[in-house]
């Protein structure tokens, strides 16, 4: 790692500011983007000529009355949109200088009027050009650090935490990898609810069905939120706790101390060995759906911690009261309180107690920890340490654990990196890299955010949420129940989920093999039609009577499709919903198979990624299309200016691709064609993901084409989807702009220019060690961009 | 006297955020063409569907005025109210997946089902808004059957405040006649508020003190955190401010509360709750929820044995356990609007000003599809609203067009409420309210 330190061994006088490059004289509007404007822009854009009604003549400094105007500029210089591709271009090092003059001055004119944070969104990572990244780094390049900074928790890792509170989860098991074990992610069920449930681990039956057990079983759903939107959404400055949340937090806090103390609350009859015990009149039909009609196991398997003691043994003592609250502080914020912090809590808790009686006293006095900061923001504050000459600080200790241990956990940490932090082990970049690569090596870590980084990036968990019009679902093949269609999509996601754990497992070529796989995890019942063929909209021609039972439980369907019938593969465990497999542990109905390689190539042609980016009608080749420029290519299209009208015609009987012919006017294309070509090749899919060959009686059109990718050797056009994958798995750029993204992901925030050579690092760590994202994780972590805090810096793009 | 209006209009000045509430409302005043302004919308949903054949009137295909007309056996507790109310078939909400429950999708006007998370604001909430501020503008209660309203005392399954927001129901009385009479009660009752007030000053007190180390560039976000636990005690401290006021509108806290015989008598403490905050003005917006939107529910205090999904199974139309239930529904409708005409607003009484939505949240039935939506208003909302009349609709117009037509009714006009274009030219043959509906 000495070579880091090298590149930075600079003499001190070139480090004054965040990014040195260039600054012998201050940048402002005259200097700098005057010159460029009349360089690059006046002649189109002026008193004479005022192209797309826009000029700017009369522009002076950015103020709260032109930000739109600039916050255009800026979005047109940095993606290279203007000036057109006929006009002399402006060097890329031009460009990232008016782009981060532009984006701080909008900071500046609107710190009054709501602020701009624009550029500091995730959608915005990709303004940074993907050359100036990779390519030569600029000499007098300050060493990259992140901002001290909060990072309010994800809502996974909240539930997760309070899950650990009650529930007594299984400890991995390295024979039957894949099922639910101690730290994983709390799952949604098969409707997509993500939920946790009191005493879920001890309910042997219950009354009626799944509908009745889950209005019977009390729990709660993720209290904080993340916006809900395609692609990265926890960075660190993106999110807050508000009332309401803080509200809720508060009451379940009480139900989550209750169920600590005495478990569930039920009568006695509820619990025996087994449901046959149970006296018949309390299985009585009008039950179902209440809490009594639950039935649990007579022993207890909740987690028995020091609070449950305070609140089931006799009086109350300082050392039970002080141990409850240090248990509990250290459950909820991942590390232990200091004597202060036990000292307040300790003082409320008391107080309380003597307000009223021991067990209400208890449940308030205890609840204030469940809202400390700490339990809801993870600081990376780095308050303690001496600034090197750049004011740089390196995270240590408590703070560094936790970092690392948030960088794969949503738990707290293992014993060894918690003693490393307290005998003082964790102070050097060699201390990180022990820590970081002793959790990627030991499976029984478990490492949720790792498979969130996927989910994030590859945008495969949608497919639930999109509401299918019912005739559209029917008539491209799906049942005529709507509700098994989501069904399917939230099983496949799962299934998506564990083909990537496979895949992380073999860890070679992880991103080429995510995008190439033959391989698939495969429900049959449910997914069989979804990776099958659409054949026809005609609807299938009546079988013979048949006896067969199997044969008359298919669903009928109104059109013709050919399901999938794929080899029979190995069974595999998929982590679905805590609450239906309920007693039916260690069955699985999913298998580890292959598809047809000329149909079907990789996740994008799964249909958990495919259904992900549609509407309710049909496909949507441009979100598809999007999706690629951004998540591959590293490019990205400026938001749709409110100007524009931006729908398709309404023509039912026409193909999306005729549809689209409007995005071919010349304002559109200049961005359509950065995406159009490019989701079109999946045109060879229907919006259920069906592969299909025909498309309204016609041969399906899936042509598209790489346009502009930054590399002339990707460019071309391609035949179909399979094509176009193909030369993406082999792209370099494509696995650098991966590793941009994995970059973002860990470091919560967008990178900067003074970030290039963490970049570069981490891409070279990813492909000598043949595309292993052990080998590129350890990079990032270990990188000064993940180490280093600086106060009062905000990121700049 | 104690003037009502300048009480709380000092009150709620200043509050931005107020329980359940994620957003800092600005509010909007309405314009001033009619002679008195929307002031309150009540949302009562009752679970399991509502047959048309339950609530329109025997013979009745077209729209009509319901004067000299019989209402159904299941509604006639609202007869000597069939001036006022405007019975509407019609509506459909295919596009909310109901079958079950419709869940947030009743409100919302968007898909909806078991465990989906709402898609989106829902138009209780969007309402509450919007209507002249109160310190608690949106209350929520929900009934349910006695053993889920203790186990599970707040549950949120039909009003959200945006995408992944939901709003939680009351339905425990105790806690929800603590949270909003605490101030001016005495014995149990006052020690926890104390003791639970004393707590969210502390835990407020030590979110603020580490706030203050923070970088620059997070202290705002922080300070958000912050900031709820000011306006959760910012909203009990509103409260006993007014609690003079509030004194005169407190039901009894009484046995029913404490010691309920059936989950009905924590039904009608609950209703009680709900009319005293309307009354006593902290509140404009008041959601209910019989059975919570969800498929169970028990009315045992009715002499309804039968209870939970058992229920839905049932085919409403002359079926003597759904007859009581809506009767029961009826006469808190009843309740809600005598009780708002007993006190003076304007020239007339709070129910001149007042608005009541009642449906399903699950259109007409159990296992529906969403093609019939049936719907009953009550008051007339300062004179937007038609009434004494039914009303029969198409079938080509969603539950959102009526959200619509009821923004159009509070003075604030909208083209369409959560539904894009997209879908529209699916499910929507118009745009705006309902011109069916308009004074």
Same mark, same amino acid.
């Given at each position: 790692?000495?070579?880091?330190?090298?590149?930075?061994?600079?003499?001190?006088?070139?480090?004054?500011?965040?990014?040195?490059?260039?600054?012998?004289?201050?940048?402002?509007?005259?200097?700098?983007?005057?010159?460029?404007?009349?360089?690059?822009?006046?002649?189109?854009?002026?008193?004479?000529?005022?192209?797309?009604?826009?000029?700017?003549?009369?522009?002076?400094?950015?103020?709260?009355?032109?930000?739109?105007?600039?916050?255009?500029?800026?979005?047109?210089?940095?993606?290279?949109?203007?000036?057109?591709?006929?006009?002399?271009?402006?060097?890329?090092?031009?460009?990232?200088?008016?782009?981060?003059?532009?984006?701080?001055?909008?900071?500046?004119?609107?710190?009054?009027?709501?602020?701009?944070?624009?550029?500091?969104?995730?959608?915005?990572?990709?303004?940074?050009?993907?050359?100036?990244?990779?390519?030569?780094?600029?000499?007098?390049?300050?060493?990259?650090?992140?901002?001290?900074?909060?990072?309010?928790?994800?809502?996974?890792?909240?539930?997760?935490?309070?899950?650990?509170?009650?529930?007594?989860?299984?400890?991995?098991?390295?024979?039957?990898?894949?099922?639910?074990?101690?730290?994983?992610?709390?799952?949604?069920?098969?409707?997509?609810?993500?939920?946790?449930?009191?005493?879920?681990?001890?309910?042997?039956?219950?009354?009626?069905?799944?509908?009745?057990?889950?209005?019977?079983?009390?729990?709660?759903?993720?209290?904080?939120?993340?916006?809900?939107?395609?692609?990265?959404?926890?960075?660190?400055?993106?999110?807050?706790?508000?009332?309401?949340?803080?509200?809720?937090?508060?009451?379940?806090?009480?139900?989550?101390?209750?169920?600590?103390?005495?478990?569930?609350?039920?009568?006695?009859?509820?619990?025996?060995?087994?449901?046959?015990?149970?006296?018949?009149?309390?299985?009585?039909?009008?039950?179902?759906?209440?809490?009594?009609?639950?039935?649990?196991?007579?022993?207890?398997?909740?987690?028995?911690?020091?609070?449950?003691?305070?609140?089931?043994?006799?009086?109350?003592?300082?050392?039970?009261?002080?141990?409850?609250?240090?248990?509990?502080?250290?459950?909820?914020?991942?590390?232990?309180?200091?004597?202060?912090?036990?000292?307040?809590?300790?003082?409320?808790?008391?107080?309380?107690?003597?307000?009223?009686?021991?067990?209400?006293?208890?449940?308030?006095?205890?609840?204030?920890?469940?809202?400390?900061?700490?339990?809801?923001?993870?600081?990376?504050?780095?308050?303690?340490?001496?600034? =090197?000459?750049? &004011?740089? $600080?390196?995270?240590?200790?408590?703070? *560094?654990?936790? !970092?690392?241990?948030? %960088?794969? /956990?949503?738990?707290?940490?293992?014993?060894?990196?918690?003693?490393?932090?307290?005998?003082?082990?964790?102070?050097?970049?060699?201390?990180?890299?022990?820590?970081?690569?002793?959790?990627?090596?030991?499976?029984?870590?478990?490492?949720?955010?790792?498979?969130?980084?996927?989910?994030?990036?590859?945008?495969? =968990?949608?497919? &639930?949420? $999109?509401?299918?019009?019912?005739?559209? *679902?029917?008539? !491209?093949?799906?049942? %005529?129940? /709507?509700?098994?269609?989501?069904?399917?999509?939230?099983?496949?996601?799962?299934?998506?989920?564990?083909?990537?754990?496979?895949?992380?497992?073999?860890?070679?070529?992880?991103?080429?093999?995510?995008?190439?796989?033959?391989?698939?995890?495969?429900?049959?019942?449910?997914?069989?039609?979804?990776?099958?063929?659409?054949?026809?909209?005609?609807?299938?021609?009546?079988?013979?009577?048949?006896?067969?039972?199997?044969?008359?439980?298919?669903?009928?369907?109104?059109?013709?499709?050919?399901?999938?019938?794929?080899?029979?593969?190995?069974?595999?465990?998929?982590?679905?919903?805590?609450?239906?497999?309920?007693?039916?542990?260690?069955?699985?109905?999913?298998?580890?198979?292959?598809?047809?390689?000329?149909?079907?190539?990789?996740?994008?042609?799964?249909?958990?990624?495919?259904?992900?980016?549609?509407?309710?009608?049909?496909?949507?080749?441009?979100?598809?299309?999007?999706?690629?420029?951004?998540?591959?290519?590293?490019?990205?299209?400026?938001?749709?200016?409110?100007?524009?009208?931006?729908?398709?015609?309404?023509?039912?009987?026409?193909?999306?691709?005729?549809?689209?012919?409007?995005?071919?006017?010349?304002?559109?294309?200049?961005?359509?064609?950065?995406?159009?070509?490019?989701?079109?090749?999946?045109?060879?899919?229907?919006?259920?993901?069906?592969?299909?060959?025909?498309?309204?009686?016609?041969?399906?059109?899936?042509?598209?084409?790489?346009?502009?990718?930054?590399?002339?050797?990707?460019?071309?056009?391609?035949?179909?989807?399979?094509?176009?994958?193909?030369?993406?798995?082999?792209?370099?750029?494509?696995?650098?702009?991966?590793?941009?993204?994995?970059?973002?992901?860990?470091?919560?925030?967008?990178?900067?220019?003074?970030?290039?050579?963490?970049?570069?690092?981490?891409?070279?760590?990813?492909?000598?060690?043949?595309?292993?994202?052990?080998?590129?994780?350890?990079?990032?972590?270990?990188?000064?961009?993940?180490?280093?805090?600086?106060?009062?810096?905000?990121?700049?793009? | 006297?104690?003037?009502?209006?300048?009480?709380?209009?000092?009150?709620?000045?200043?509050?931005?955020?107020?329980?359940?509430?994620?957003?800092?409302?600005?509010?909007?005043?309405?314009?001033?063409?009619?002679?008195?302004?929307?002031?309150?919308?009540?949302?009562?949903?009752?679970?399991?569907?509502?047959?048309?054949?339950?609530?329109?009137?025997?013979?009745?295909?077209?729209?009509?005025?319901?004067?000299?007309?019989?209402?159904?056996?299941?509604?006639?507790?609202?007869?000597?109210?069939?001036?006022?109310?405007?019975?509407?078939?019609?509506?459909?909400?295919?596009?909310?997946?109901?079958?079950?429950?419709?869940?947030?999708?009743?409100?919302?006007?968007?898909?909806?089902?078991?465990?989906?998370?709402?898609?989106?604001?829902?138009?209780?909430?969007?309402?509450?808004?919007?209507?002249?501020?109160?310190?608690?503008?949106?209350?929520?209660?929900?009934?349910?059957?006695?053993?889920?309203?203790?186990?599970?005392?707040?549950?949120?399954?039909?009003?959200?405040?945006?995408?992944?927001?939901?709003?939680?129901?009351?339905?425990?009385?105790?806690?929800?006649?603590?949270?909003?009479?605490?101030?001016?009660?005495?014995?149990?009752?006052?020690?926890?508020?104390?003791?639970?007030?004393?707590?969210?000053?502390?835990?407020?007190?030590?979110?603020?003190?580490?706030?203050?180390?923070?970088?620059?560039?997070?202290?705002?976000?922080?300070?958000?955190?912050?900031?709820?636990?000011?306006?959760?005690?910012?909203?009990?401290?509103?409260?006993?401010?007014?609690?003079?006021?509030?004194?005169?509108?407190?039901?009894?806290?009484?046995?029913?509360?404490?010691?309920?015989?059936?989950?009905?008598?924590?039904?009608?403490?609950?209703?009680?709750?709900?009319?005293?905050?309307?009354?006593?003005?902290?509140?404009?917006?008041?959601?209910?929820?019989?059975?919570?939107?969800?498929?169970?529910?028990?009315?045992?205090?009715?002499?309804?044995?039968?209870?939970?999904?058992?229920?839905?199974?049932?085919?409403?139309?002359?079926?003597?356990?759904?007859?009581?239930?809506?009767?029961?529904?009826?006469?808190?409708?009843?309740?809600?609007?005598?009780?708002?005409?007993?006190?003076?607003?304007?020239?007339?009484?709070?129910?001149?000003?007042?608005?009541?939505?009642?449906?399903?949240?699950?259109?007409?039935?159990?296992?529906?599809?969403?093609?019939?939506?049936?719907?009953?208003?009550?008051?007339?909302?300062?004179?937007?609203?038609?009434?004494?009349?039914?009303?029969?609709?198409?079938?080509?117009?969603?539950?959102?067009?009526?959200?619509?037509?009821?923004?159009?009714?509070?003075?604030?006009?909208?083209?369409?409420?959560?539904?894009?274009?997209?879908?529209?030219?699916?499910?929507?043959?118009?745009?705006?309210?309902?011109?069916?509906?308009?004074?």
């Amino acid at each position: 790692m000495t070579h880091r330190s090298l590149r930075y061994a600079l003499p001190a006088f070139v480090l004054m500011s965040v990014v040195a490059v260039g600054a012998d004289k201050p940048t402002t509007f005259e200097t700098l983007a005057k010159p460029f404007i009349e360089q690059h822009c006046i002649s189109c854009h002026g008193q004479d000529a005022q192209e797309g009604g826009v000029s700017f003549h009369e522009l002076s400094g950015v103020n709260a009355d032109n930000a739109e105007l600039w916050k255009t500029v800026w979005e047109q210089v940095a993606l290279k949109q203007m000036p057109p591709r006929d006009e002399d271009q402006p060097t890329l090092m031009q460009r990232w200088k008016l782009s981060t003059w532009i984006t701080g001055e909008l900071e500046n004119a609107l710190r009054e009027k709501g602020g701009f944070s624009l550029h500091l969104h995730p959608s915005k990572g990709n303004h940074l050009d993907h050359d100036l990244l990779f390519g030569p780094i600029p000499e007098d390049l300050e060493p990259p650090s992140t901002p001290a900074r909060i990072w309010r928790i994800h809502p996974q890792e909240h539930l997760t935490r309070l899950n650990e509170l009650i529930t007594l989860e299984p400890e991995y098991d390295p024979k039957q990898p894949g099922m639910r074990t101690k730290g994983d992610h709390i799952n949604p069920n098969q409707d997509g609810e993500v939920k946790v449930y009191f005493g879920l681990d001890r309910v042997i039956g219950w009354v009626g069905g799944t509908a009745a057990y889950a209005a019977a079983i009390t729990g709660f759903p993720p209290v904080l939120t993340t916006d809900n939107h395609h692609g990265l959404q926890n960075y660190a400055n993106l999110y807050s706790v508000n009332g309401a949340e803080a509200t809720q937090i508060a009451n379940n806090a009480e139900n989550i101390l209750r169920f600590m103390a005495h478990g569930p609350a039920a009568e006695p009859y509820q619990f025996a060995d087994k449901v046959t015990d149970i006296d018949a009149r309390y299985k009585h039909g009008d039950l179902r759906g209440l809490a009594q009609s639950l039935f649990y196991g007579k022993s207890a398997k909740r987690p028995l911690t020091p609070v449950s003691d305070l609140f089931n043994e006799e009086g109350v003592s300082d050392e039970k009261l002080t141990a409850a609250v240090n248990y509990l502080f250290e459950a909820l914020t991942c590390r232990p309180p200091t004597q202060t912090e036990t000292h307040e809590y300790l003082a409320l808790l008391k107080e309380a107690i003597a307000d009223l009686d021991k067990e209400e006293g208890i449940i308030l006095g205890l609840t204030p920890i469940f809202l400390d900061r700490d339990a809801l923001f993870r600081p990376e504050l780095a308050e303690y340490g001496t600034p =090197d000459k750049f &004011g740089r $600080v390196m995270l240590q200790d408590q703070e *560094l654990a936790l !970092a690392i241990n948030a %960088a794969f /956990s949503y738990i707290p940490p293992d014993n060894t990196l918690k003693q490393s932090a307290i005998a003082g082990q964790l102070k050097s970049r060699s201390d990180v890299e022990r820590e970081v690569n002793r959790i990627l090596h030991d499976d029984s870590i478990r490492k949720p955010r790792l498979l969130q980084f996927f989910r994030e990036f590859l945008d495969y =968990d949608r497919a &639930g949420k $999109v509401c299918k019009d019912g005739r559209a *679902l029917i008539q !491209a093949g799906g049942e %005529a129940n /709507s509700q098994n269609h989501y069904r399917a999509m939230f099983g496949m996601t799962a299934n998506t989920d564990r083909l990537i754990e496979l895949i992380l497992q073999e860890d070679k070529n992880v991103l080429s093999e995510l995008l190439t796989t033959e391989r698939v995890v495969y429900n049959k019942a449910s997914d069989a039609a979804y990776f099958g063929e659409f054949i026809s909209p005609q609807p299938p021609p009546k079988p013979p009577e048949s006896t067969d039972k199997k044969a008359k439980r298919q669903p009928s369907r109104r059109v013709t499709i050919e399901p999938a019938d794929l080899p029979a593969g190995e069974t595999v465990h998929v982590r679905i919903a805590q609450v239906v497999d309920v007693g039916k542990a260690g069955k699985s109905n999913r298998t580890l198979t292959t598809l047809p390689n000329d149909q079907r190539k990789g996740i994008l042609t799964h249909p958990s990624w495919l259904v992900s980016h549609t509407d309710a009608m049909d496909n949507h080749a441009i979100a598809r299309g999007k999706w690629i420029r951004e998540r591959l290519l590293g490019g990205a299209v400026p938001d749709v200016p409110i100007t524009v009208d931006a729908m398709l015609p309404d023509e039912p009987n026409e193909t999306l691709r005729h549809r689209m012919r409007v995005t071919r006017e010349e304002y559109c294309w200049k961005c359509h064609q950065k995406m159009d070509p490019l989701g079109l090749p999946f045109e060879m899919y229907n919006h259920l993901g069906l592969y299909r060959t025909k498309e309204l009686k016609h041969p399906v059109d899936s042509t598209g084409e790489i346009i502009d990718s930054g590399d002339p050797e990707l460019d071309g056009p391609v035949a179909n989807a399979l094509e176009l994958i193909d030369k993406l798995a082999k792209s370099e750029r494509v696995q650098q702009v991966f590793v941009r993204h994995a970059f973002r992901y860990w470091m919560g925030r967008n990178e900067t220019l003074n970030d290039a050579p963490v970049l570069q690092d981490a891409y070279h760590a990813y492909k000598e060690s043949g595309g292993s994202m052990k080998a590129l994780l350890t990079s990032l972590l270990t990188s000064d961009a993940f180490l280093y805090r600086k106060q009062g810096l905000r990121p700049t793009p | 006297m104690i003037n009502r209006r300048n009480v709380l209009k000092g009150a709620a000045a200043g509050i931005g955020v107020a329980l359940g509430s994620t957003i800092a409302p600005n509010m909007l005043q309405a314009a001033p063409a009619y002679r008195s302004a929307p002031k309150r919308v009540i949302f009562f949903l009752q679970n399991q569907g509502f047959d048309p054949a339950t609530c329109v009137p025997k013979g009745l295909k077209e729209t009509c005025e319901l004067d000299g007309v019989t209402l159904p056996e299941p509604i006639s507790a609202l007869e000597p109210y069939k001036g006022k109310i405007n019975i509407i078939n019609g509506l459909h909400g295919r596009h909310t997946s109901p079958s079950h429950s419709a869940f947030f999708g009743a409100l919302g006007g968007y898909r909806g089902g078991i465990g989906i998370p709402p898609a989106g604001a829902t138009i209780d909430h969007e309402i509450s808004q919007l209507l002249p501020e109160t310190i608690l503008p949106h209350l929520c209660i929900g009934m349910d059957a006695l053993e889920n309203m203790v186990s599970r005392p707040t549950l949120a399954t039909l009003s959200a405040t945006g995408p992944g927001k939901p709003i939680f129901m009351h339905s425990n009385p105790n806690d929800l006649y603590q949270m909003l009479f605490g101030g001016i009660a005495t014995g149990d009752v006052r020690d926890r508020f104390e003791a639970r007030s004393n707590v969210l000053r502390k835990i407020e007190q030590l979110a603020g003190q580490h706030g203050q180390s923070l970088p620059e560039a997070d202290r705002a976000r922080y300070g958000n955190y912050v900031a709820g636990f000011r306006d959760i005690n910012g909203l009990r401290e509103k409260l006993e401010s007014v609690s003079d006021h509030l004194r005169n509108f407190a039901p009894e806290y009484g046995d029913k509360f404490l010691k309920p015989k059936f989950e009905t008598d924590w039904h009608d403490s609950l209703l009680e709750l709900g009319i005293a905050t309307l009354k006593s003005g902290i509140t404009n917006v008041l959601t209910i929820g019989s059975g919570r939107g969800e498929i169970f529910g028990a009315w045992k205090g009715l002499g309804i044995t039968e209870a939970g999904h058992n229920l839905g199974h049932m085919e409403q139309p002359d079926n003597p356990i759904w007859i009581k239930i809506r009767q029961y529904n009826c006469q808190m409708l009843v309740k809600l609007m005598q009780e708002l005409e007993s006190i003076p607003e304007g020239d007339g009484t709070m129910m001149d000003n007042t608005l009541i939505v009642y449906t399903s949240n699950n259109a007409n039935k159990q296992h529906t599809s969403g093609e019939n939506w049936p719907f009953i208003l009550l008051g007339n909302c300062s004179g937007r609203i038609k009434t004494g009349q039914f009303t029969q609709l198409d079938g080509k117009r969603p539950v959102n067009a009526l959200y619509t037509t009821l923004l159009h009714a509070i003075d604030a006009p909208r083209d369409r409420f959560n539904m894009d274009r997209n879908t529209a030219s699916v499910h929507d043959a118009k745009v705006g309210p309902i011109e069916e509906l308009m004074a």
